[in-house]
């Protein structure tokens, strides 16, 4: 088999079994920074109606800022590959996800606070899969928001956790670390 066929191969074997994978989008997604807000507060009787708001419209903001920072101009596979054979710097889910939630942190939210879930660490036929998540200070994961611009091109993408069956999501910190050079493994990536 020449290199080409196997890359071409390949290539096709990992779009098929891509559980990271996403579309490329221009629209926002869900109801936009409204919906977001209203969701947001609906996390508790604590959550901040002004910080609501606010945390809407920045984390729209950071995906627009993201995805501008990581020259996104393909599908998110396609700039995975690009970043994986050295051709773009970022833009892999973990980036996202790592930046979103340190950029949200600095913004210093008093009643919300942001954290990051992995999905498919424990499958070996599917690619990992990293996102941001806010939820009321002090609450459960579980009940939060997945805010996940990675899937649709660097467009927010966001949903209630338990409503994204696309993914069976894990917190970041529950899910141990996957060694460099180990291969395939029943963990996550390091970041």
């Given at each position: 088999?020449?290199?080409?066929?196997?890359?071409?191969?390949?290539?096709?074997?990992?779009?098929l079994l891509a559980g990271c994978s996403g579309?490329r989008s221009t629209l926002g997604t869900q109801?936009?920074?409204?919906?977001?807000?209203?969701?947001?507060?609906?996390?508790?009787?604590?959550?901040?109606?002004?910080?609501?708001?606010?945390?809407?419209?920045?984390?729209?903001?950071?995906?627009?800022?993201?995805?501008?920072?990581?020259?996104?101009?393909?599908?998110?596979?396609?700039?995975?590959?690009?970043?994986?054979?050295?051709?773009?710097?970022?833009?892999?889910?973990?980036?996202?996800?790592?930046?979103?939630?340190?950029?949200?942190?600095?913004?210093?939210?008093?009643?919300?606070?942001?954290?990051?879930?992995?999905?498919?660490?424990?499958?070996?036929?599917?690619?990992?899969?990293?996102?941001?998540?806010?939820?009321?200070?002090?609450?459960?994961?579980?009940?939060?928001?997945?805010?996940?611009?990675?899937?649709?091109?660097?467009?927010?993408?966001?949903?209630?956790?338990?409503?994204?069956?696309?993914?069976?999501?894990?917190?970041?910190?529950?899910?141990?670390?996957?060694?460099?050079?180990?291969?395939?493994?029943?963990?996550?990536?390091?970041?």
């Amino acid at each position: 088999m020449t290199t080409r066929r196997a890359m071409i191969l390949g290539a096709g074997a990992m779009g098929l079994l891509a559980g990271c994978s996403g579309t490329r989008s221009t629209l926002g997604t869900q109801s936009g920074t409204a919906g977001l807000e209203a969701a947001m507060l609906a996390l508790g009787p604590n959550v901040d109606p002004a910080e609501a708001a606010r945390a809407a419209r920045l984390a729209y903001s950071v995906s627009s800022d993201l995805a501008r920072e990581y020259e996104i101009t393909d599908l998110p596979l396609v700039h995975n590959a690009k970043v994986n054979i050295g051709i773009k710097k970022r833009g892999l889910c973990y980036h996202w996800a790592r930046d979103v939630q340190t950029r949200m942190v600095h913004a210093r939210f008093a009643t919300l606070q942001f954290d990051r879930l992995v999905a498919n660490a424990d499958n070996p036929f599917l690619l990992e899969h990293s996102t941001a998540v806010v939820l009321a200070r002090g609450g459960n994961w579980r009940d939060g928001i997945v805010l996940d611009p990675w899937r649709t091109g660097g467009t927010l993408h966001w949903d209630h956790v338990l409503s994204d069956t696309k993914y069976n999501w894990k917190l970041r910190a529950d899910v141990p670390i996957r060694k460099r050079g180990a291969g395939v493994s029943l963990a996550r990536a390091d970041g």
